[in-house]
């Protein structure tokens, strides 16, 4: 009798494991779809189920056709710039730049991308560095904030000494892409 309910239990939890994707694609598409056709589309007289969902993929293609060109890119940066002066919410926006990589300057979150040094030195890891600083006895230490993947929100912080770190070629915002894609993204890493 054991061996029977381990063997279903078995293939009961590889059914799970296997329809879970599945089910979350399409719960989540169900749930978007509702959402954007609740703002008014239903009442359209050509509506049919899944035009909220072309209309935001539309939606995102032509934003993105538009950032990939060169007045598009020009139209974005004064945009970029008019978001950034908005009384209050320009510094929500800003914050939000920051905090994804984008922001640039002494007064980003994140100053550089950096490769640290494994512990066992099998290779290296992402590093973000928050800040550079001296200590009491005059050495140069570099806070480095160590994201996870595939979720970058989550991780660990260091205190490095410089020669433990190495610059890398992405921008803050690449080494975003790289982890939550977990490496399967068109980004060289050098």
């Known amino acids: 009798m054991q061996v029977i309910i381990k063997h279903i ?9 296997a329809l879970l994707p599945i089910g979350g694609l399409v719960l989540t598409i169900g749930y978007l779809e509702t959402m954007i056709s609740d703002a008014g589309l239903t009442r ?6 899944g035009l909220g969902l072309l209309l935001a993929l539309a939606v995102l293609y032509g934003i993105g056709l538009l950032l990939t060109t060169f007045i598009g890119r020009w139209v974005w940066m004064r945009l970029d710039r008019l978001f950034d002066n908005l009384p209050a919410l320009g510094k929500l926006y800003v914050s939000l730049k920051q905090i994804l990589g984008y922001g640039k300057g002494k007064d980003a979150v994140f100053q550089e991308a950096v490769m640290v040094t494994a512990p ?13 600083f ?8 570099l806070l480095v904030f160590m994201p996870g993947s595939p979720n970058p929100t989550t991780g660990r912080l260091l205190v490095c000494r410089p020669e433990q770190i190495r610059p890398s070629d992405l921008e803050v915002n690449e080494v975003f892409k ?5 490496g399967k993204t068109d980004i060289e890493i050098r």
């Open 120 to 132: 066992d030195d099998t290779g290296e890891e992402f590093g973000l560095v928050t800040r550079r």
């Open 178 to 182: 790289v982890l939550v894609a977990v």
């Open 134 to 141: 001296k200590q009491a006895d005059g050495s140069e230490r």
């Open 44 to 49: 359209l007289p050509y509506y049919f189920p």
């Open 9 to 17: 239990t078995k293939c009961l939890l590889a059914g799970i494991v």
